[in-house]
């Protein structure tokens, strides 16, 4: 036991060395080129090609949908809703997500096996954090009688404030699959190697981020865009 224990500290490195000279020595046919991150390049991958179109396709949706509330609310002369200052803490709340899915993907990178997990793990939590908080903002905007369908200014707050937060619980499951192959993976030094010398999962990383990092930007879009039509209201 004292052995195993002692193995499992060593550097990953250590192991992923290791096991390039025992292949080299034996099945030297089957050994892999080292991989180089500065030369990855997944722009044409199909996964990377399908990200980029979502990311596409929902911007064109979410301009569109802010485009017509602002047509509608001028054509009906209706003022713009007050924003519950929780809508600003959710921002905070995606802000610090992105920044621990960075913490991750650089933990992967570096072969940090606790790090890359704990990371993970504050992400889902933060996640889980954003969903409860916007509840609770639309529950402030329920205690104000303001509902769906109050006006058209109040339904498109709604819609498109409940399209985010569908997005956000769209990419949950696959953060948890992440979570769930670093736990069953990262117990024994080989399964480890194995891990994290995947480019399949590199990928698929990188791709998650991407998405994490849009949600937050497209988050900071809407709820600058409905302040500033609050500002424009106030002293226009």
């Not at 052995?3 to 550097?11: E, G, V």
């Not at 990855?40 to 017509?68: G, Y």
């Not at 890359?116 to 009688?145: D, I």
């Not at 010398?197 to 998650?208: C, G, H, I, M, T």
Request: aromatic share 18%; glycine share 4%; charged share 15%.
């Amino acid at each position: 036991m004292q052995r195993r224990t002692s193995a499992l500290r060593q550097p990953l490195h250590y192991y992923r060395l290791q096991y390039y000279i025992t292949k080299m020595e034996n099945r030297p046919y089957e050994v892999a080129p080292p991989i180089d991150e500065s030369q990855d390049n997944f722009a044409f991958h199909p996964k990377n090609v399908v990200l980029m179109l979502l990311i596409i396709s929902l911007t064109m949706l979410f301009l569109t949908l802010t485009a017509a509330f602002v047509y509608t609310r001028v054509q009906s002369d209706l003022p713009p809703i007050k924003l519950p200052i929780l809508f600003l803490v959710n921002t905070g709340i995606l802000l610090a997500s992105s920044y621990t899915m960075i913490r991750a993907k650089r933990a992967y990178l570096a072969d940090n096996t606790k790090e890359y997990t704990n990371m993970l793990w504050v992400t889902l939590g933060l996640s889980f954090f954003f969903l409860g908080m916007q509840c609770v903002a639309w529950y402030q905007l329920f205690a104000q009688q303001i509902y769906i369908t109050s006006d058209n200014s109040a339904g498109y707050l709604y819609v498109i404030s409940f399209l985010h937060f569908a997005h956000v619980i769209g990419g949950i499951p696959f953060l948890g699959v992440f979570l769930y192959r670093a736990r069953k993976y990262m117990r024994e030094p080989v399964s480890v190697l194995v891990y994290f010398s995947d480019p399949a999962k590199r990928l698929n990383l990188r791709l998650l981020t991407i998405y994490w990092h849009f949600l937050d930007a497209l988050w900071i879009y809407l709820v600058v865009f409905f302040f500033i039509n609050q500002l424009i209201w106030q002293f226009g």
